[in-house]
């Protein structure tokens, strides 16, 4: 199965690393893994005083905050998991990702560190649901 891991660095990520970890029967390394975070584009003003190699290298700075820990605990498991970084709306790029990919699955945390949540569960886990083609587990 080709899977796509959102991470955000929250502590709704812990568990969904925890949750696959002890499930090895369906998320072994037998799989194909994709690590996906998402950075809020810096504000038009900003990027344009920095330049666009300072904002585009900021984003990777950003992302591999996020991504390295993810990559070690995977790789402590047994799995070697690619990489993936976009600047945008954290829903709609997971959803574009996941469809345009053609993963199999995507697994996320119920919530992440969005400013706007839901009572029920995060607006971004709102929206992969809402606009991703792909089958979605989310991990409370």
Do not use: W
Not at 17 to 44: K, R, S
Not at 62 to 73: D, G, I, L, M, N
Not at 116 to 136: E, R, Y
């Amino acid at each position: 199965m080709k899977i796509l891991l959102a991470v955000d660095g929250s502590k709704y990520t812990k568990k969904m690393l925890a949750y696959l970890a002890t499930h090895n029967e369906m998320f072994g390394a037998g799989n194909a893994f994709t690590l996906i975070t998402v950075q809020a584009p810096l504000p038009p003003r900003a990027r344009a005083a920095v330049g666009a190699s300072a904002a585009n290298e900021y984003y990777e700075e950003e992302s591999a905050k996020v991504t390295s820990p993810v990559v070690k605990f995977l790789k402590r498991h047994g799995i070697d998991a690619k990489t993936l970084h976009k600047v945008g709306a954290p829903g709609e790029q997971i959803s574009k990702a996941a469809d345009g990919g053609k993963f199999d699955l995507v697994v996320m945390g119920s919530h992440g560190h969005s400013t706007l949540g839901n009572l029920v569960m995060g607006s971004v886990a709102t929206q992969v649901l809402a606009h991703c083609g792909v089958p979605v587990l989310l991990v409370r």
